[in-house]
Protein backbone atom coordinates (compact mmCIF):
# COMPACT_ATOMS: atom_id res chain seq x y z
CA UNK A 1 0.00 0.00 0.00
CA UNK A 2 1.62 3.54 -0.68
CA UNK A 3 0.92 5.77 1.50
CA UNK A 4 0.00 9.80 1.13
CA UNK A 5 2.15 12.41 2.42
CA UNK A 6 0.42 14.41 5.29
CA UNK A 7 0.56 17.89 7.11
CA UNK A 8 1.02 15.59 10.51
CA UNK A 9 4.33 14.22 11.03
CA UNK A 10 3.39 11.16 13.19
CA UNK A 11 1.16 10.05 10.08
CA UNK A 12 4.38 10.26 7.58
CA UNK A 13 6.69 7.85 9.80
CA UNK A 14 6.37 4.28 8.71
CA UNK A 15 4.73 2.30 11.41
CA UNK A 16 5.78 -0.97 9.83
CA UNK A 17 9.29 0.08 10.18
CA UNK A 18 9.75 1.05 13.49
CA UNK A 19 10.82 -1.18 16.38
CA UNK A 20 9.53 -0.05 19.37
CA UNK A 21 10.02 0.77 22.57
CA UNK A 22 11.42 4.15 21.53
CA UNK A 23 12.08 7.69 22.38
CA UNK A 24 12.28 10.22 19.48
CA UNK A 25 12.34 13.85 18.46
CA UNK A 26 8.87 13.80 16.50
CA UNK A 27 8.77 17.78 16.12
CA UNK A 28 11.11 20.27 16.83
CA UNK A 29 9.19 24.32 16.34
CA UNK A 30 11.75 27.60 17.57
CA UNK A 31 8.64 30.27 18.82
CA UNK A 32 8.91 34.05 17.42
CA UNK A 33 9.85 34.83 21.38
CA UNK A 34 13.32 32.66 20.82
CA UNK A 35 12.16 29.70 22.97
CA UNK A 36 12.01 25.79 21.01
CA UNK A 37 9.06 23.52 21.35
CA UNK A 38 10.62 19.90 21.01
CA UNK A 39 8.00 17.23 20.95
CA UNK A 40 9.01 13.43 21.66
CA UNK A 41 7.04 10.21 20.54
CA UNK A 42 6.95 7.70 23.44
CA UNK A 43 6.26 4.73 22.13
CA UNK A 44 5.72 1.67 24.35
CA UNK A 45 4.55 -1.03 22.10
CA UNK A 46 5.12 -1.98 18.38
CA UNK A 47 2.45 -0.24 15.63
CA UNK A 48 -0.24 -2.41 14.61
CA UNK A 49 0.81 -5.76 16.85
CA UNK A 50 0.33 -4.24 20.47
CA UNK A 51 -1.30 -1.86 22.19
CA UNK A 52 -1.74 -0.64 25.76
CA UNK A 53 -4.98 -1.10 27.57
CA UNK A 54 -7.03 2.08 28.14
CA UNK A 55 -7.30 2.07 31.87
CA UNK A 56 -3.16 1.34 31.67
CA UNK A 57 -2.69 4.48 28.89
CA UNK A 58 -5.36 6.77 31.03
CA UNK A 59 -3.50 5.61 34.41
CA UNK A 60 0.45 6.23 32.84
CA UNK A 61 -1.32 9.71 31.34
CA UNK A 62 -2.06 10.99 34.89
CA UNK A 63 0.32 9.78 36.62
CA UNK A 64 3.63 11.06 34.34
CA UNK A 65 1.75 14.54 34.18
CA UNK A 66 2.11 14.71 37.75
CA UNK A 67 5.63 13.01 38.45
CA UNK A 68 7.31 14.88 35.52
CA UNK A 69 6.56 17.79 36.27
CA UNK A 70 7.78 17.23 39.89
CA UNK A 71 11.18 16.52 37.68
CA UNK A 72 11.48 19.86 34.81
CA UNK A 73 9.16 22.64 34.80
CA UNK A 74 9.58 22.50 31.49
CA UNK A 75 6.99 19.53 30.51
CA UNK A 76 4.02 21.67 28.83
CA UNK A 77 1.53 18.34 27.96
CA UNK A 78 2.12 14.19 28.31
CA UNK A 79 -0.94 13.21 25.92
CA UNK A 80 -1.83 9.86 24.90
CA UNK A 81 -1.76 8.33 21.13
CA UNK A 82 -5.13 7.35 20.18
CA UNK A 83 -3.70 4.10 18.98
CA UNK A 84 -2.22 3.21 22.45
CA UNK A 85 1.16 2.35 21.56
CA UNK A 86 2.16 5.43 23.19
CA UNK A 87 2.42 9.25 24.13
CA UNK A 88 3.47 12.26 23.14
CA UNK A 89 5.56 14.38 25.48
CA UNK A 90 5.62 18.36 24.39
CA UNK A 91 8.37 20.42 26.30
CA UNK A 92 9.83 23.53 25.99
CA UNK A 93 12.93 23.05 25.09
CA UNK A 94 14.07 19.56 27.25
CA UNK A 95 16.86 17.99 24.70
CA UNK A 96 17.23 14.25 24.22
CA UNK A 97 19.82 13.25 26.61
CA UNK A 98 17.99 15.56 28.84
CA UNK A 99 14.37 14.37 27.88
CA UNK A 100 15.71 10.84 28.80
CA UNK A 101 16.87 11.11 31.89
CA UNK A 102 13.53 13.08 33.10
CA UNK A 103 11.92 10.10 31.73
CA UNK A 104 13.72 7.53 32.95
CA UNK A 105 13.24 9.16 36.86
CA UNK A 106 9.53 9.51 35.81
CA UNK A 107 8.80 6.21 34.90
CA UNK A 108 10.60 5.14 38.18
CA UNK A 109 8.37 7.48 39.93
CA UNK A 110 5.52 5.57 38.44
CA UNK A 111 7.31 2.15 39.78
CA UNK A 112 7.16 3.52 43.07
CA UNK A 113 3.48 4.87 43.05
CA UNK A 114 0.95 3.91 45.79
CA UNK A 115 -1.90 5.86 43.45
CA UNK A 116 -3.09 7.18 40.66
CA UNK A 117 -3.22 11.16 41.06
CA UNK A 118 -6.72 12.36 40.39
CA UNK A 119 -7.98 9.00 39.50
CA UNK A 120 -11.93 10.46 40.85
CA UNK A 121 -14.84 11.90 39.23
CA UNK A 122 -13.96 14.87 40.86
CA UNK A 123 -10.42 15.79 39.04
CA UNK A 124 -11.14 13.24 36.31
CA UNK A 125 -13.85 12.91 33.13
CA UNK A 126 -13.64 8.88 33.80
CA UNK A 127 -12.49 8.48 37.28
CA UNK A 128 -13.30 4.86 37.70
CA UNK A 129 -11.22 4.11 34.05
CA UNK A 130 -7.68 3.67 35.52
CA UNK A 131 -5.48 0.48 36.91
CA UNK A 132 -2.50 1.20 38.48
CA UNK A 133 -1.23 -2.20 38.30
CA UNK A 134 -2.05 -2.41 34.10
CA UNK A 135 0.21 1.21 34.11
CA UNK A 136 2.81 -0.18 36.40
CA UNK A 137 3.24 -3.35 34.34
CA UNK A 138 3.34 -1.66 30.86
CA UNK A 139 5.54 1.03 32.70
CA UNK A 140 8.16 -1.63 33.89
CA UNK A 141 8.00 -3.22 30.62
CA UNK A 142 9.15 -0.29 28.63
CA UNK A 143 11.69 0.35 31.30
CA UNK A 144 13.21 -2.77 31.12
CA UNK A 145 14.10 -2.07 27.32
CA UNK A 146 15.51 1.32 27.86
CA UNK A 147 18.53 -0.10 26.18
CA UNK A 148 16.59 -0.38 22.61
CA UNK A 149 15.06 3.48 23.34
CA UNK A 150 17.36 5.12 21.00
CA UNK A 151 16.88 2.81 17.74
CA UNK A 152 13.32 3.73 16.53
CA UNK A 153 14.15 1.71 13.05
CA UNK A 154 13.80 -1.72 13.16
CA UNK A 155 17.21 -3.29 11.26
Not at 60 to 74: F, G, K, L, S
Not at 88 to 114: K, R
Not at 117 to 131: D, I, K, L, M, R
Request: with cysteine; proline share 4%.
Amino acid sequence: MEKQKTNVESFDLDHTKVAAPYVRVAGRKELPGGDTLIKYDVRFTQPNKGHLGMKAVHSIEHMTAHHMRNHTDALIDFSPMGCQTGFYALTLGIEPADFVQILVATMQDLLDATEVPAANEVQCGWGANHSLEESQAAVAAFLDRKDEWEEVMAS
